[in-house]
């Protein structure tokens, strides 16, 4: 990237400048730029050979942010503040300027905020919507969500009323907007603003990808927490496989924590040997007395949890829990197999689950090592339509309170 920033500034279509070129290597880009302003008369023509090359150097400075090149931006930018045509590239080098400064929220955000704020005023229009954008980022690093709101909103009334086409203050300020939803918890609301997103997105996927694959991670991590798992992961993948995943961290860190919850019980689920009538009756009094926001995992809903403890009141938990009983999987094949001889009833001895005989799924499961019997397991608790009964005899082997087998039977 740098070289080719390098390249770009050896004006060879211009004779009266070529004189210049042996220069370029040993001052820096801002002084090449005044040693132009100070050395020509800036005629039309001149003037439009120094904005190619500007105009070239604002796409390198936008590729180099996308890619999150920042040494390469900081460059690009000192070229645009110190440019021979202030009045239009000066404001732009100010607001990639700040966007150093800011590091993504890691540097000096109130250093940033005040360069920020002089180019959404005095900008060329696209850039005035970028700056109002990143001030609505920096609320935000700030945790002000209500300030990034109202800037955020302002800023896409701005590109409205302006009739720019710029896809980053549009797409960017609405996907934003929709990540505020989610900090403050209301994750479906999230969903549903990025779901209308979804056609925009796409179809700036060639001429904006870092925007695109940006936004489909932010929608991979919504549906995730509304606990569409398959919808994530199949989009996570689409975003990892990118070439900006190298570039963005989160990008694998959104991966991880959605195969991280594939792992985990569903919420619906809860240990059933520690819930009773009474406590699930002062739960819900408990939570209607309380706030909407309480201090510590405000974004988890508890739901209402169907109550299964008459059903219950025959297995009560030892008080001191001893080892389950280990089970052979070849004794309990052979038996099944020796009740099973001349039996019509045999089609009726299949797994209710996969469909194939309960002797060919016995050998199927010999064959799974521990993380696919701990995998199918929580697969199978996770289940809505397990019935009370089911669950009953799970506890029952899990705790070992099975009756002792007749070795003679």
Not at 16 to 27: G, M, Q, V, Y
Not at 66 to 87: C, D, G, W, Y
Not at 200 to 224: C, G, K, T, W
Request: net charge neutral.
């Amino acid at each position: 990237m740098q070289t080719a920033a390098k390249n770009s500034l050896v004006l060879t279509d211009s004779s009266s400048l070529k004189r210049f070129a042996d220069i370029e290597t040993t001052i820096s880009y801002g002084g090449f730029y005044q040693l132009i302003a100070s050395r020509l008369i800036l005629d039309g023509q001149i003037q439009q050979v120094v904005r190619r090359v500007l105009n070239r150097l604002v796409v390198l400075a936008e590729h180099s942010y996308a890619f999150r090149q920042m040494s390469t931006l900081e460059k690009l930018s000192e070229v645009l503040v110190n440019s021979p045509l202030p009045r239009q590239y000066e404001p732009i080098g100010r607001y990639y300027r700040a966007l150093c400064i800011q590091r993504f929220g890691t540097g000096d955000v109130e250093q940033a905020a005040r360069l920020l704020e002089s180019a959404a005023e005095d900008a060329p229009t696209r850039y005035r919507a970028r700056a109002m954008q990143s001030l609505g980022t920096n609320s935000c690093y700030k945790g002000d969500y209500q300030s990034a709101r109202l800037l955020y909103t302002e800023a896409a009334r701005f590109a409205s009323r302006s009739e720019i086409c710029d896809p980053y203050a549009t797409l960017g300020t609405q996907k934003m907007i929709a990540v505020i939803n989610s900090l403050e918890g209301n994750h479906r609301h999230a969903v549903a603003m990025l779901e209308k997103l979804f056609p925009f997105a796409h179809a700036m996927r060639s001429s904006q990808p870092s925007i695109y694959y940006d936004y489909l991670n932010s929608f991979a991590v919504e549906l995730s927490e509304v606990g569409r798992l398959e919808e994530a992961k199949n989009i996570s993948r689409i975003v990892i496989a990118s070439p900006f995943a190298s570039a963005y961290p989160e990008y694998r860190e959104t991966r991880d924590e959605i195969e991280l919850r594939g792992w985990r019980a569903p919420r619906s689920v809860v240990p059933l040997s520690q819930i009773t009538a009474g406590a699930v009756l002062g739960q819900a009094t408990a939570n209607a007395s309380l706030s909407p926001a309480p201090p510590e995992g405000g974004n988890l809903v508890r739901l209402p949890v169907a109550n299964r403890d008459d059903g219950l009141a025959a297995v009560e938990a030892s008080p001191a829990r001893k080892p389950a009983r280990v089970l052979s999987l070849q004794e309990w094949k052979e038996k099944m197999a020796k009740q099973s001889n001349g039996d019509p009833q045999d089609e009726k001895r299949r797994s209710p689950a996969t469909g194939k005989d309960k002797e060919t799924r016995l050998e199927e499961m010999e064959k799974l090592g521990t993380r696919g019997l701990l995998l199918r397991a929580m697969e199978m608790l996770g289940d809505e339509g397990l019935s009370d009964d089911q669950l009953r005899r799970v506890l029952i082997i899990l705790e070992g309170l099975e009756p002792d087998e007749n070795p003679g039977a």
